[in-house]
Antibody, heavy 122, light 111 residues
Framework: QLQLQESGPGLVKPSETLSLTCTVS??????????WGWVRQPPGKGLEWIGT???????YYNPSLQSRVTMSVDTDKNQFSLKLTSAAAADTAVYYCARRNNWDYADAFDIWGQGTMVTVSS | QSVLTQPPSVSGAPGQRVSISCTGS?????????VHWYQQLPGTAPKLLIY???KRPSGVPDRFSGSRSGTSASLAITGLQADDEADYYCQSYDSSLSGWVFGGGTKLTVL
């Protein structure tokens, strides 16, 4: 069964770069059926789509974050990553990685990681 | 302020039926883009509940159903149970924003 696991620092200083990695196990990241994405949730608030990447490296970013976001994929390690530059307190959130399934589930996010809390503070 | 508008909260007694609305516009739901619903139990990751307007992933009870009308979508839950108490989010694609958008979420309380 496919599983996703986020990893990265839980504390980031303001103005620095927030970096997270999602490791995919139980299946290959290099499938044409799926995209891979990041979604975040500030404490006590709703969900926000950050971006999506295909195994070929094609990326799609939330326009409100596009200037600060970079996503990449490493098919050898079966991982994809998120970098968010110029971190600020407003970026404090639980960050989820998820699979977007355009084969079986009409592009819905059908599998999610457990999430990792990232706090931006000095 | 979310592109997709949901009521902040709904409530119902065990066994009752509740409905959660998701109001969009002509650049998302009204265009015909699919709507998905997620259930988020306290302290856990979201779980796909309904996809493609009204389809249920394997394992989701048929007490949960989805529908769409014009620029809005709805999630209905019948036979309310205590463990349905959770936050529910709708999601669609928005052509004006060129990206995926979520509703603000609705907290369901089972009385």
């Amino acid at each position: 069964q496919l599983q996703l696991q986020e990893s990265g620092p839980g504390l980031v200083k303001p103005s620095e770069t927030l970096s997270l990695t999602c490791t995919v196990s139980g299946g290959a990241i290099s499938s044409s059926r799926y995209y891979w994405g990041w979604v975040r949730q500030p404490p006590g608030k709703g969900l926000e789509w950050i971006g999506t990447i295909f195994y070929s490296g094609s990326t799609y970013y939330n326009p409100s974050l596009q200037s600060r976001v970079t996503m990449s994929v490493d098919t050898d390690k079966n991982q994809f990553s998120l970098k968010l530059t110029s971190a600020a307190a407003a970026d404090t959130a639980v960050y989820y990685c998820a699979r977007r399934n355009n084969w079986d589930y009409a592009d819905a996010f059908d599998i999610w990681g457990q999430g990792t809390m990232v706090t931006v503070s000095s | 302020q979310s592109v997709l508008t949901q009521p902040p909260s709904v409530s119902g007694a065990p066994g009752q039926r509740v409905s959660i609305s998701c109001t969009g516009s002509s650049s998302n739901i009204g265009t015909g883009y699919d709507v998905h619903w997620y259930q988020q139990l306290p302290g856990t990751a979201p779980k796909l509940l309904i996809y493609g307007i009204n389809k249920r992933p394997s394992g989701v009870p048929d007490r949960f159903s989805g529908s769409r009308s014009g620029t809005s979508a709805s999630l209905a839950i019948t036979g309310l149970q205590a463990d349905d108490e959770a936050d529910y989010y709708c999601q669609s694609y928005d052509s004006s924003l060129s990206g995926w958008v979520f509703g603000g979420g609705t907290k369901l309380t089972v009385l």
